[in-house]
């Protein structure tokens, strides 16, 4: 078979799509283990039945699957409206102009290859196909910066995705060229500007984003109000813990949060999710989160100014324990891993601070706990 980037259309193809997840979420990264089909080796779940699943067959063998649903196959379930909180779209907008894109799997052969810019394009040309004004999807932390350069945009509550820990919602517009055209989505130039009057309810949207968005990316925030929301915790902050920004400028620390977010959670979100293989590094700004194990027991308390997840992140292993909210003021600084792995490589002077601090903080919670 040539490659070919495609809605499957035979029980051949999505079977193909559900053992890539099976491959890619349960055997390569140990999640929904209690989700899968271990005979057949498939992932797959009741929802599966009301979505379509776009694959990409490379040199005759699958690389990358995602599915999506639309509300013009029927109404969007009450488990997908309560997920993507849909009753504000849906005082603007019917389902039938809505799209959710979730579970994009690529082969680990092919990562870093334009198969997944493909598989989003596919989408893309369905959206613009039966006239969608609104994609949503949610977003681990460490793949926002991902989702930001194709255009999408925070909105709504963080939640907790089971098995996977903290998610973000995010939205998509087509119908917003000025700020496909601003970040420089690659789905800009797919859209002319005056074909965009054909999307009645854009302005309505963006407003609902701006009103409901519980993440803050420094990209798309003010430079002196990101940054005053950051450094208070180590500027003010009078206890006597180690923290990550000491004895670093200003100017370093404005780099260091360069592709960096502030999430707001709720008392039982879970930031971080045991086992999960993500390595993001998160600073704790306000309210205080619980480290747990697996069995529930509480191991430690972890204050304003202090790092969660730095031990996956510096020994490339899989989370030890669930970090949760344990108020509800609670608001971290996430920190792109793939931004902190670029600095710690290429700045020494950065990174000897940075990886002095953490060894301190580690070295403190040893210590008093």
Known sequence: ????????????????????RYKVYIEGMGRLKEKGDHELKELRDEMDCKARAIIAIKND??????????????????????????????????????????????????????TALEIYQEAWFFVVEHDVELVLLSS????????????????GRTYTYPGIGLVVPMMFLPGDHEHLSKVR???????KQEDAIKYQHTESLRAITVSTASVVAKSLAEKTDYLNSVLPVDQVNTNQRPKIFDNIDVKDIERLLDKSHIISCVEGDHIIAANNAAKTMFVLLSGMVQ?????????????????????????????????????????VLSLDDASMTRLLKYDAPIASKILMNLCKAL???VINN
């Open 291 to 331: 480290v747990q194990r697996p069995s529930g027991e509480i191991q430690a308390i972890i204050f304003p100014g202090e790092v969660i997840g730095e031990i996956a992140f510096l020994l490339n292993v899989p989370r030890s324990a669930n970090i949760v909210a344990a108020t509800d003021n609670v608001k």
């Open 140 to 155: 681990e932390p460490h793949l926002i910066n991902s989702y930001l350069r194709l255009g999408f945009r925070p909105f």
């Open 185 to 191: 989505s690659p789905f800009s130039m797919l859209v």
């Open 1 to 20: 078979m040539r490659d070919v980037v495609k809605f499957a259309e035979t029980d051949e193809e999505l079977h193909a799509s559900y053992r890539l």
């Open 61 to 114: 063998e699958i690389a990358g699957t995602m599915r999506l649903f639309w509300g013009g196959d029927g109404d969007l379930s009450p488990s997908l409206k309560t997920a993507y909180q849909l009753e504000s779209f849906n005082a603007v907008l019917s389902d039938e102009k809505i799209c959710i894109i979730e579970r994009l799997m690529i082969d680990e052969n092919y990562r870093g290859s334009a």
């Open 363 to 365: 070295s403190y919670r």
